[in-house]
C-alpha cells in the first residue's frame, strides 16, 4: 500500500503533522512507519496540546522519589518503603464496551505500577456517568463495575476507595478513571531507560492479537453516530494472565537481570519500545517474525499497533536470558527475544527477513507535535440573588431526605460491595469513608489514598474548580488522620480543539498547579483524556485526582463514624453560607448558576495541619472533611455509620439555618471529641487560629435541632442506602 | 502443629492463610501446585482466588493439578483439609465434599461480613469453641451452594453441615442468604468431617483493625483442637 495523505488523515493525523512526518523522514513512510507515527503523535501517547500546560505544575518534593514521565509516580515513606502510584482514564473503551474498557483499565493501571517493580496494594476508581434518566446509564454502570470487580478481585488487590457521580454531560461519554498503589523497596526500583548496546529485548505475557488495534487514536478522537463501529478497537483483558505475569515480573526483578521494563499499553509495541530507547538514547532492533503472536498472517502494521493486553518489554543484562526464561516457563507464559539495543537511535524493525521501518526515535518523540492551542479564559460568574424568604420556608430534615437520596450523595455500598475490598488482608478503613487506608504489610505504618473530582465546580469556574480538587483530596487524607503526601491526576476534558474546552482545561490545570503547590502536595504522576465530547458537546471538565498519605502509626487513624453519646461535635473552618453551585442549589432550588466556593489556601493548609495536631494528640474521635451537600449532609453520614445521633444548634451567625446547614464553603471538617478534652481541643483551634463553631453533641439514634424539626438515624439511613440499589433493581 | 498452603498460580488469598496460620501457632508451608507431594502436615489449606483464572467452572481445573491427587489422597486417609472460598469450589470438583457452587444468586460479586451459625460442632474443627455464631467476610462470585435433594438429606442425615449463614441473633432465613445458597448452607463437611469447604474467609477476621476477629477465634480452636 502507498501511503498518502488521505491515508493520513484516515489515521487521525492532520496534514501539516503529515508533511512533517514525510520532512522529518525525507521520503514517504511506508504503511507500518504511518501507523507508528500515528500511534506516536497522537493524542494520548503524544500529549501535544497538553505539554506546556503540564509542565507548570510543581512536581517536586522533599518525599518525591519519581515525578512524572515514567510509569508512575514514586513517593517516599520511610524506612526503605515507597509507593508507587498513578491514575489512568480509559473512558471510550468503557462507553462502547463497558466491561471490557473499564476491565483493561485497571489492568492497563496495575501493570504501570508492577512495571516498577512495586507489588500492588490498593485500587481506586473515578467513574462518572450520565443522568439516571439516560437509557444508557444503568447497563454502563453494571458493566463498569462488573468489569473493575472482574480485572481487580481475579488480581487479588482489594480496591478500597472510589468516586461515582452522575451528570448528564456525560451522556455520550462516560469516564473511568483507574488507579493503582504499590509498595515497593526504595532500592529496587524499576524504570524504563534502556541502557546499553546489544542487549536482548525481550517479549514477555500475552501472545499479540489483533484486539485493540489503534485503541490509542481511538481515545484520541471524538464520538460520533458511528461509534458501535469502533467496537473491534477496545481490547480483552484477562486478568488470569495478569496475576501471572505480576507474578513473573516480581520474581524476576528479585535479581538484578532487568536493565528496563516497560509493560505495554496505549499503542502496544510500538509506544514501549520507542518509550525505552528515547529515554535511553538508543535505538531498537526488532525481529517482528519472533512476536509472539495469538493469529495467524499479523502484518508488521498489526504487531506493532495491537493494543492486546497483559504484555511486557524488557531489556535485559546479557547472558540472563535463560535464568529469566525459567521464570516465565514457571509461570507459563510467552518469553521471546525479540531484538536487541543498538546505538543506530534509530527503531528498525524487520520483517520475513525485509526492512519494514526504519525511524529516528528523536522524530517519533521530541519531534512530535506540540501545540499552543487557543484558549478562552472563563468569567467568573456573578452570584445568584436568592429570595432568602423561598429558602427559609423550606423544610430542614424534608430537603435533607432528598439530599440524602441524591444520587451523587447516596450510598455506593452496591457498588463496592462488588470489589473485593478485604484481599491481602490489610485494609483497615473500607470503601464509604473519606479514604480508603492499607497497611503497609508487617509495620505499623498504612496509606490512605482517596480519588475525587468536582466537575460543576470546575464547570462554573475552571480556575477554582481545579484548586478546589486538591484541596478536596488534601481534606480527605486527612479526615482519616494521614499526612498528605503527593497526588495523581487524571485530567478529562472535552475538545482541546475547542477553545471553550481547551480554556477549562488551561484553568484547571492551573488552579491544580497553584493548590498543590501551597499545599506542598506535588504531582507525581497522571494522564490526559481529551476528546471526551459526543458530535460538538464536550463533558463538564473532569479533573480527578488521586490523593496519598501516610498514617505512621495506623492506631491513630480516624474513621468518619460517630463513637460515644455525649461526646461534643465541632465544625472546623468558617461557614460563609455559600449557596451557588451547591448540591443543594442544583437539586432544591434548580439553580445552575453562580461561582463556586471560593478557596482559601492558607485557611486550606492552617485548618487541615491544625486537625493534624489534633489527631496526632489523640484528642479527635471521629472526623469527617465537608463537601457536598455542606454541614448537614456530613453530620447525617457521621450519624448514620456510627449509628448515633445528634443535637444540633446552629451557632449564632448572620446567616439562616438553611444556609448555614447546606452550604458549600470549603476547608471545612466536623470532629467528634471528648468533653473532657474540650477545653485544649479549643485551646489549640484557637491558638493556631482556626475558626470554629460548636454544633451540639451525640445521642442516641436522633437528628434533632428542636422538637419539631427532628429525624431518626434509622430513617436518614433508609433514604441515604436505598437509593442506589432501588435504582439499579428497578 | 505443621500446616501446608497449596499455592495455584492464580491464588490470591494464599498469602493472608500464610499470615493466619503462622499467627495462631501453626508452623506453615506453601506448596506449589506442580509438586507431587505434599510435606508432612497436620492440616491442608486451599486457599481463596482463581486458581487457574476460573473461566471453566471455578475450581474444575485446579482439582485436575499435580498436586491435588496428594490432596486427595490426604484427605482419604483421614488428614484434615480445609478449602476456603475458590478451595471450597475446588473440593466441590473434586468430590471430596458433595454439591456443587453455582454464581451468586444476584449475578454479582458480593464482598461483605455475614454471620454463620455453627451446625454442628462434633469435629476438629468447630469442637470446643465457645461462641455458635461467627461473623466472618465473604468474598465470593460463586457461592450458591446446590445439590440435589437426595444429596441434601444424606448430607444432613449425616450432620455433614457445617455453617450457615444467618443474621446476629443466629436466625437462619432466606433474608439473610447473601448467595442463594440451598439451606443458606455456607460450608460443608465430607462425611468423616475431616474436609471442611466453606465460602467465608475466616484470614482476614483475625485483627480488630480489619473487619473483625471472630476469624481469630476460628484459628485459636482449631490449632488447639489439633495439638
Known sequence: MIVNKKIAIDHGLKEDEYKKICQLLKRTPNITELGIFSAMWNEHCSYKSSRLHLKKLPTKGKQVIQGPGENAGVVDIGDNDAIVFKIESHNHPSFIEPYQGAATGVGGIMRDVFTMGARPIANLNSIHFGSTQHKKTKNLLRGVVHGIGGYGNCMGVPTVAGQTSFDSSYNGNILVNAMTLGLVKKDKIFYSKAAGLDKPVIYVGSKTGRDGIHGASMASASFDDKIEEKKPTVQVGDPFTEKLLLEACLELMEGDSIIAIQDMGAAGLTSSSIEMASKGNLGIEINLNKVPCRETKMTPYEIMLSESQERMLIVLENGKEDQAKKIFDKWNLDFAIIGKTTNSKKIELFFDKEKVADIPVNTLVENSPMYDRKWKKAKLPKKNKINKDDINNLKIIEVLKKVLANPNICSKEWIWQQYDHTVMGDTIQKPGGDSGVVRVHGTNKAVAASVDSSAVYCWAHPLTGGKQVVCESFRNLISVGAKPIAITNCLNFGSPENEENMGEFVECVQGIGEASSYLKFPVVSGNVSFYNQTKDQGIKPTPSIGGVGLIKDYSKMITMDFKEVDNVVLVIGKTEGHIDQSLFARVILNEKNGPPPEINLFNEKNNGETLLKLIDANLIKSAHDISLGGIITAISKMCIKGNKGINLKKPKYLISEIEYFFAEDQGRYIVEISKKDQKKVLDILNKNAVHYDELGTINENMLLLNEKTKVTIDELKGFNTRWLKDYMSS | ?227
Open chain 2, 1 to 227: 502443629m505443621k500446616s501446608a498452603v497449596i499455592t495455584f498460580p492464580g491464588s490470591n488469598c494464599d498469602r493472608d492463610m500464610d499470615v493466619a496460620l503462622k499467627k495462631f501457632g501453626f508452623k506453615n508451608k506453601m506448596v506449589w501446585h506442580q509438586d507431587v507431594e505434599l510435606p508432612k502436615s497436620d492440616l491442608v489449606v486451599l486457599p481463596g482466588g482463581f486458581s487457574y483464572g476460573d473461566y471453566l467452572r471455578c475450581g474444575s481445573m485446579a482439582s485436575k493439578s499435580k498436586i491435588m491427587q496428594s490432596v486427595i489422597n490426604f484427605a482419604n486417609s483421614g488428614g484434615m483439609v480445609m478449602g476456603i472460598c475458590n478451595g471450597f469450589q475446588i473440593l466441590v470438583e473434586t468430590g471430596l465434599v458433595p454439591g456443587v457452587l453455582l454464581r451468586n444468586k444476584y449475578l454479582e460479586f458480593i464482598c461483605k461480613n455475614v454471620f454463620v451459625k455453627i451446625s454442628n460442632k462434633n469435629n476438629a474443627y468447630f469442637k470446643n469453641i465457645n461462641n455458635n455464631i461467627l461473623e466472618l467476610h465473604i468474598a465470593h462470585n460463586e457461592g450458591n451452594y446446590f445439590c440435589t435433594n437426595d444429596q441434601l438429606k444424606k448430607i444432613e442425615d449425616n450432620a455433614q453441615v457445617a455453617i450457615n449463614y444467618c443474621n446476629n441473633e443466629g436466625k437462619i432465613e432466606e433474608l439473610f442468604n447473601p448467595n442463594g445458597s440451598v439451606k443458606n448452607i455456607a460450608g460443608i463437611f465430607n462425611k468423616e468431617k475431616n474436609v471442611l469447604g466453606m465460602m467465608p474467609h475466616p484470614e482476614r477476621m483475625i485483627d480488630p483493625s480489619l473487619s473483625g476477629e471472630d476469624g481469630s477465634l476460628f484459628f485459636k480452636n482449631l490449632i488447639n483442637n489439633l495439638k
